[in-house]
């Protein structure tokens, strides 16, 4: 189907901890783009990834696109309390509609 | 300059009524969305437009009725309203398959 799943639907960390969260399809994604809403905000484009086992870094986050295109994975690492929110994977379905994934809420306590 | 605008950021009603959001994009999008994000900050495409056409309508009730006047605005009007209408709905664009652009949301309370 259209839908992507994410998990965990939650994360509660120490501030320093890494963080990780995953987004899966049931079927093969063209691209992946990556976002976060911070509470109270709307979403904020962070990243897109197409190509297979493509990895990108954005200072203290990593995202990766699995080979077979049907996953991928943001990681936090050392993480502080500016990156509290909400982080949505969304796939691209007939080019121009874009399904956003269930997000995980992350939680950073100094 | 905000690149995606809409008004009202908050909107309090009673059942039954109806509301109107409005929105604007600065940035020469051809496309224009709108999404709802309830409770649980589940983000759900419902209408798309591409130089003022409909391209995407999801299952919506017809008591939703988006309006796009030009390619830079597209509205969204809601007649009787209920209180599963209650929700953030966020104005977006973007030069498909590329990002989207959101405004700052639009919260509706439905009492």
Known sequence: ?110 | DTAVSQTPKYLVTQMGNDKSIKCEQNLGHDTMYWYKQDSKKFLKIMFSYNNKELIINETVPNRFSPKSPDKAHLNLHINSLELGDSAVYFCASSLPPGELFFGEGSRLTVL
């Open chain 1, 1 to 110: 189907g259209q839908q992507v799943m994410q998990i965990p639907q939650y994360q509660h960390v120490q501030e320093g901890e890494d963080f990780t969260t995953y987004c899966n399809s049931s079927t093969t994604l063209s691209n992946i783009q990556w976002y976060k809403q911070r509470p109270g905000g709307h979403p904020v484009f962070l990243i897109q990834l197409v190509k297979s086992g493509e990895v990108k870094k954005q200072k203290r986050l990593t995202f990766q696109f699995g080979e077979a295109k049907k996953n991928s994975s943001l990681h936090i690492t050392a993480t502080q309390t500016t990156d509290v929110g909400t982080y949505f994977c969304a796939r691209t379905y007939n080019t121009d509609k874009l399904i956003f994934g269930t997000g995980t809420r992350l939680q950073v306590f100094p």
